[in-house]
């Protein structure tokens, strides 16, 4: 079979694209196939950014500058999100997934490389690489929705995004392990792990490459320019306000989520806890924003979206009051991040599932290369910003401050139901 699928192909197969059986199977097959794509790019993502920070203050010299490992990742996330998107488009899911994981394939090489000569600059470089396979991982859940019908969108979405917890949590315990096969390959110190984070990409590329066929992306086109049944659930009304919206929503949810996750450490750390309370911390909140993706996925389809959307926000909101009013409590704190998990998990997935049935067949990947671009600069931001007002006005100041985000979500809604209820009209 060729690597390329022309939407404009005239095959056998596109007499049975037109087939709702024939979809729903490849449907399910792809949700699968992205949810494995997704633990091997989780555990690759997870063992390489666990010890990012540690890296750059070693290579560096200081440690205030440990903290640019991830704001790199993250802005390559959001660098390669709209070319990715654009490959996506014109070539299909499967080549845009495999050309993002090979491209932090090269930045991971690249990494080991720049610990071994102990050159900053390189390193930074090489994590801005990585981030395309951030990029590529985001995507993955908007090639879950690319086949869906309105009444599975969000479970198949969240399938996907559920996957990942998988590689998060194992990735960052494989430290210890790698560092042994590190030692035993003559690798640099510290870069071990990275083993690891190779075969897992290198594997993802091959899921990608063989198993993600027929391409969703590229048979979502063939189906839609027929006329038939199926075309009409994946080809939408465009509702660009009802996009605008979710592309907002999922944003400063992202926005909402990085900023108080990636202070806490640091206020914890001052607050006399331990390495291992900060971490366990870290791990329940890393649960929240994975483990019950399902469960919205699912409410989501059965409620709404932009209902879930506003569910998301409550649990947001009390996660910032709560981080506010427990600051000195580190108990108060962990309740705190698993609900700040919980609320970013709502709000993803159903935003996720809200711009593409929000978006027609032929502008939704731009919009949802827009979204991944957007959703990882907000994120870079305020990460950056975060550690300015925490030195300001302290945690459960910085919490208050982020609330502006979650009260402007919820204000701003209704543009997205007047949307829906005009073009229903």
Do not use: C, K
């Amino acid at each position: 079979m060729s690597g390329r699928e022309s939407p404009g192909t005239a095959s056998a197969a596109d007499s049975f694209a037109a087939s709702p059986e024939y979809v729903a199977r490849v449907q399910r097959r792809t949700v699968w196939t992205l949810s494995l794509g997704q633990v091997l790019g989780g555990l690759a993502f997870g063992a390489t950014i666990s010890l990012g920070a540690v890296l750059a203050a070693q290579i560096s010299g200081d440690e205030s500058l440990s903290g640019l490992a991830a704001a790199a990742v993250t802005f390559g996330t959001a660098l390669i999100a709209v070319p990715l998107a654009r490959l996506a488009r014109s070539h299909g899911r499967r080549v845009s997934l495999t050309v993002g994981m090979g491209i932090a394939l090269v930045g991971v090489l690249l990494v080991v490389t720049a610990v071994a000569v102990a050159s900053f600059p390189l390193l930074l470089t090489s994590f801005l690489l990585v981030g395309a396979g951030q990029a590529a991982n985001l995507q993955s859940r908007f090639a879950a929705a690319d086949l869906a019908s309105d009444a599975s969108r969000g479970r198949d979405l969240s399938i996907v995004v559920w996957a990942t917890t998988i590689g998060a949590v194992l990735g960052p315990n494989l430290t210890g392990p790698g560092e042994l096969i590190g030692d035993a390959l003559g690798m640099p110190p510290l870069t071990g792990p990275y083993a690891f984070t190779l075969v897992a990409q290198v594997l993802a590329m091959l899921v990608y490459l063989v198993v993600l066929r027929p391409d969703p992306l590229l048979l979502a086109q063939r189906v839609v320019a027929q006329p038939s049944s199926v075309a009409l659930r994946i080809a939408r009304t465009d509702r660009p306000l009802a996009a605008a919206y979710a592309i907002f929503a999922v944003a400063a949810a992202h926005g909402t989520m990085v900023s108080v996750m990636a202070m806490t450490p640091v206020h914890l750390l001052h607050h006399g806890a331990s390495l291992s309370v900060i971490g366990f911390t870290i791990s329940l909140h890393i649960a929240g924003m994975y483990a019950l993706a399902p469960v919205f996925g699912i409410l989501a389809d059965r409620v709404g979206r932009v209902a879930t959307v506003l569910v998301g926000q409550v649990l947001l909101a009390a996660a910032l009051v709560t981080a506010s009013l427990g600051q000195d409590d580190t108990s108060m704190v962990t309740v705190a991040l698993v609900l700040l998990g919980l609320g970013w998990s709502a709000s993803t997935v159903a935003g996720s599932a809200l711009l593409t049935e929000a978006s027609a067949e032929d502008r939704r990947t731009r919009r949802q290369g827009i979204s991944d671009f957007t959703m990882s600069m907000v994120g870079a931001v305020g990460a950056i910003l975060a550690g300015v007002v925490l030195g300001w006005i302290g945690y459960g100041g910085l919490a208050l401050v982020v609330l502006v985000l979650v009260a402007a979500t919820i204000l701003a809604a209704p543009m997205a139901l007047r949307a829906r209820v005009s073009d229903s009209v």
